[in-house]
T-cell receptor, first 115, second 116 residues
C-alpha cells in the first residue's frame, strides 16, 4: 500500500542552524502539506503546496520557513535559522486532489529538537 | 475560525467495553469532519470521515461516528474495545467556507488505553 515517508525520523540541531525536513508523498498525489505538533499541543497547519507553489500558509509559516519540490518525488520543508520554539513533530501529508473531503495521507513525522 | 474540542485527553477502558471519544466543533457552516488514529511511531491514519452524506459514518476497525448538527458533535464510538485499539485519536475538520484552503484543523487528541 502506498504511503508517505519522511526522513529523518529525529533531527537534533543547534539554535540558529538551518534544517531541511524531507518527505516523499504518494506518487500520484498533487497536493502536499506540512503540519507540526508541539509537545502537548494540537497538530497545526503550516502550509499547503500545489502545482509547484504555495497555495495557503498559516501565520506560523513566516520568512524562516520555505518549501520546495526539488524533483518529481521529494517535498521539503526548510527552516533557515531554527529557534527553540521550533522544536516539534513535523508531519508531511499529501492528497490526490484539492477538496475539503479528500483524505490527507500523513507520514510518520520528523521529531525536531532545537538545543 | 474553526475550532475543534476533544473532551478528555486520556480515556481508559477495559477490553470489551464501549469506547466513546468526544469531539465538538465550532462552525456556522457544517464542515467536513475526520477522525484520525495514530499508533506509536506511525503517521496519522484516517479512521472515517463525514462528507454530508449519511450522518452515521462507519470506518475501519469497527469504529463509527455520528454527525449531530444540533449538538455540533462528531463523537467516535466502538461497541467493544480491543487491545489493539490503544492509540491516540484525533478529530479534525475542514471548513468549506475556507474556499480553496483545504487545511485540517485538529483537536488536541485523546489517548485511548485499553486494560485487559
Amino acid at each position: 500500500e502506498p504511503e508517505v515517508t519522511q526522513t529523518p525520523s529525529h533531527q537534533v540541531t543547534q539554535m540558529g542552524q538551518e534544517v531541511i525536513l524531507r518527505c516523499v508523498p504518494i506518487s500520484n498525489h498533487l497536493y502536499f502539506y506540512w503540519y507540526r505538533q508541539i509537545l502537548g499541543q494540537k497538530v497545526e497547519f503550516l502550509v499547503s503546496f500545489y502545482n509547484n507553489e504555495i497555495s495557503e500558509k498559516s501565520e506560523i509559516f513566516d520568512d524562516q520557513f520555505s518549501v520546495e519540490r526539488p524533483d518529481g518525488s521529494n517535498f521539503t520543508l526548510k527552516i533557515r535559522s531554527t529557534k527553540l520554539e521550533d522544536s516539534a513533530m513535523y508531519f508531511c501529508a499529501s492528497s490526490v486532489g484539492g477538496s475539503h473531503y479528500n483524505e490527507q495521507f500523513f507520514g510518520p513525522g520528523t521529531r525536531l529538537t532545537v538545543l | 475560525a474553526q475550532s475543534v474540542t476533544q473532551l478528555g485527553s486520556h480515556v481508559s477502558v477495559s477490553e470489551g467495553a464501549l469506547v466513546l471519544l468526544r469531539c465538538n466543533y465550532s462552525s456556522s457552516v457544517p464542515p467536513y469532519l475526520f477522525w484520525y488514529v495514530q499508533y506509536p511511531n506511525q503517521g496519522l491514519q484516517l479512521l472515517l470521515k463525514y462528507t454530508s452524506a449519511a450522518t452515521l459514518v462507519k470506518g475501519i476497525n469497527g469504529f463509527e461516528a455520528e454527525f449531530k448538527k444540533s449538538e455540533t458533535s462528531f463523537h467516535l464510538t466502538k461497541p467493544s474495545a480491543h487491545m489493539s485499539d490503544a492509540a491516540e485519536y484525533f478529530c479534525a475538520v475542514s471548513d468549506p467556507s475556507g474556499g480553496s484552503n483545504y487545511k485540517l484543523t485538529f483537536g488536541k487528541g485523546t489517548l485511548l488505553t485499553v486494560n485487559p
